[in-house]
């Protein structure tokens, strides 16, 4: 490395993107794990993947940043927000949401975040991406798929067709 | 960019993940927790991915959003089916197998 830093080496305005994202993204998923209203942790829930969808911007991986569009904040959320209303969830404040012993989720959770947080540092502390990345062609996506991974996704259609059975079996009425 | 950056946001989403996991009562709310988590494994995947500049990142992304797609239908079924015959979807009342 150089000693002059260049503006171009640290992607000032790529940084700034992913701050704000980042700090979006993690206030959003606080606020899902302690939010006392099902329907605001669901809303909560939607500002997180679209939030990852963006990240996957960042990371040059458009296909999957769609896709991650499509699927979650499109299909699941409506799924979640499905789930919230049949099972008449109390709209509003829900003081029962919430173990009797949920303070032990911090220590273990903090743990591992230590745990992770060393361990990052200490294997990938100055390891940059590559600064010319280019989107990924979506040929070589489907190259990928459907050459070296065509088993996987053949498993992956069975575990689709099988969930989709199986959760209309067990949603029936009688 | 250092890709340290999106490593970190995922294991801080991954945590964040784990306590609600742990500390939700509410099987709807436990269901949410697990796609933060699974949300912060794709973030990885895709950061390696760039790293080697290698598509097989992308590949595995793109299965697991569709695993957790097919995890939440049936999860959800299930919450249904529980509410159904408890009139509650509390996790903590469900103790039958308990010995």
């Known amino acids: 490395m150089s000693a002059v830093v260049l503006a171009s080496d640290i ?13 979006m993204m ?36 458009e296909f999957v940043a ?28 829900d003081t029962e949401l919430n173990n009797k012993n949920y303070l032990l989720g911090v220590p273990v959770a903090l743990l591992m975040l230590g745990v992770m947080v060393y361990v990052l540092l200490d294997g990938f502390g100055d390891t940059r991406l590559p ?12 190259d990928s798929i459907f050459k070296p991974y065509l088993l996987p996704f053949w498993a992956l259609s069975f575990v689709l067709l099988a969930a989709v059975i199986g959760a209309i079996v067990l949603a029936r009425k009688d | 960019m250092l890709v340290v950056n999106f490593l970190l946001l ?9 306590y609600g ?7 709807v709310m436990v269901l949410m927790s697990i796609e933060l988590i699974l949300n912060s494994v ?15 990142g992308n590949t595995f992304a793109l299965y697991i959003i569709a695993v957790a797609a097919a995890e939440v239908g049936v999860g959800l079924a299930l919450v249904l ?15 039958e197998m308990k010995g």
């Open chain 1, 11 to 23: 992607e000032v305005a790529q940084n700034i993107g992913f701050g704000i994202i980042a700090t």
């Open chain 1, 26 to 61: 993690i206030v959003g998923a606080l606020k899902v794990v302690t939010s006392k209203n099902v329907v605001h942790a669901a809303l909560a829930l939607v500002v997180v993947l679209a939030g990852a969808a963006a990240q996957y911007l960042l990371l040059a991986a």
């Open chain 1, 66 to 93: 769609i896709t991650q569009v499509l699927v979650y904040v499109g299909a699941v959320m409506v799924l979640f927000l499905f789930g919230v209303m049949l099972t008449r969830a109390k709209l509003g404040v």
């Open chain 1, 131 to 142: 600064a010319d990345r280019e989107p990924v062609p979506i040929w070589e996506l489907s």
């Open chain 2, 10 to 18: 995922g294991a801080v989403l991954f945590c964040i993940g784990i």
């Open chain 2, 21 to 27: 996991v742990i500390a939700r009562r509410n099987a």
């Open chain 2, 42 to 56: 794709n973030l990885n995947l895709l950061a390696f991915s760039q790293l080697h500049s290698n598509v097989d």
């Open chain 2, 81 to 95: 089916l529980v509410y159904r015959n408890r009139k509650s979807i509390s996790l903590d009342e469900l103790s």
